[in-house]
């Protein structure tokens, strides 16, 4: 399925990454994974949890997504050891809660508070929850395997919550290795690279690139076989229009998959069909995201698209409209930290992520039907 995150088994070419987050969860180092959105990193993270489970690490997996307030945060991680431990953990852990400080302040209707915390320690019952490893490997000596995905979320909920959640994390020494993880490129950079905020230097990065043809053609392939189906002529426009991003190359397979019938080859009427059917799925998505750009990075996408012109030339000031000023280059950043474009060997320097979006915007910003 291309819709949301596959099972350890449907991963395509994430071998080495799997073994290096695998071997420093082991060891536990802390580590970073880098990767525009939709390229994997939750379904390599829950391959990479599953592998040093078998290793009798504890695995945990945590999902910052969405959270506003820092009792938003305490209940994510609360509720990940309540779900994911396995008994007798489990009921370790079901009455180690119960001495744990609370985090929110219940409302009832019409705002009146009928339970709460002290206002001098927010961050309190927060700490509590993220010293369980430490606790869990003095009583049990297990060691925990925690990734905490959206990660770059935890700032909504305060801009030094990073600096809280790292007074703790850092006494944890051989009782957890933690993978960070988000979809927010220039939030997460900003978080780890940046010398004023708390986490510096505290996670190695790893780095998620595109899929490798030499994997994804065989892959798309066996899965064909193995229910009588051939992709035949088609794969070949499939792999070169997905360059590899994951997310894409299950989308244009599946619809090519759906196009093939039982004991059929497909060819190149198949692969117009499935493209045809692959651009209208995403068509709201491709112009929602177009709509909330500003005109700068809308010109300036549509110039890294067309692959054929300098940013900062005479000749896309002339196709593109480009100011040839300090807002051209700030509108790249913003389109950079976004995750919509990376850096890229081949001319201008820069590449859109999704390939899609890349096509619309190639045919004028419509579909090449």
Not at 168 to 193: C, N, Q
Not at 311 to 335: C, I, K, V, W
């Amino acid at each position: 399925m291309y819709e949301e995150p596959v099972a350890p088994a449907d991963l395509a070419d994430r071998d080495d990454a799997a073994a290096l987050l695998a071997d420093r969860l082991r060891a536990a180092r802390n580590s970073r994974l880098e990767a525009p959105r939709r390229y994997g990193k939750t379904s390599l993270l829950r391959r990479v949890l599953a592998e040093v489970e078998l290793d009798g690490l504890v695995p945990v997996y945590v999902n910052f997504l969405g959270v506003l307030t820092v009792a938003d945060v305490a209940e994510r991680i609360e509720r990940a050891y309540g779900e994911q431990l396995e008994s007798p953990l489990r009921r370790w852990f079901a009455g180690l809660v119960r001495t744990l400080r609370p985090t929110v302040s219940a409302r009832a209707p019409g705002g009146a508070v009928s339970a709460g915390v002290a206002p001098a320690a927010p961050d309190a019952g927060l700490l509590d929850r993220l010293a369980v490893p430490r606790r869990l490997h003095e009583k049990h000596g297990r060691r925990c395997a925690i990734v905490l995905d959206e990660f770059q979320d935890v700032l909504r909920a305060g801009p030094e919550l990073d600096g809280t959640i790292r007074s703790e994390l850092e006494r944890h020494g051989e009782a957890a290795g933690y993978v960070f993880s988000g979809s927010h490129p220039g939030l997460m950079r900003d978080l780890f690279a940046s010398r004023r905020r708390a986490f510096f230097g505290q996670a190695a990065p790893v780095e998620l690139g595109p899929l490798h043809v030499e994997d994804l053609a065989p892959f798309i392939t066996d899965r064909f076989a193995a229910l009588r189906r051939d992709p035949g002529d088609a794969l070949g426009p499939l792999l070169d229009l997905a360059q590899g991003h994951p997310q894409r190359a299950m989308l244009l397979a599946h619809h090519l998959f759906v196009a093939t019938g039982p004991g059929e080859v497909a060819d190149s009427d198949t692969w117009s069909a499935a493209l045809a059917a692959a651009c209208r799925e995403v068509n709201g998505e491709i112009t929602t995201l177009w709509e909330r750009l500003p005109t700068t990075e809308r010109r300036l996408v549509s110039a890294i698209a067309d692959r054929q012109v300098g940013l900062f030339s005479r000749q896309a000031t002339t196709a593109y409209g480009l100011p040839r000023t300090g807002a051209n280059r700030r509108a790249l950043l913003s389109l950079r930290d976004a995750g919509e474009i990376v850096e890229d060997r081949e001319p201008p320097g820069w590449r859109v992520v999704d390939p899609l979006f890349a096509l619309w915007l190639r045919n004028g910003r419509s579909w090449p039907l």
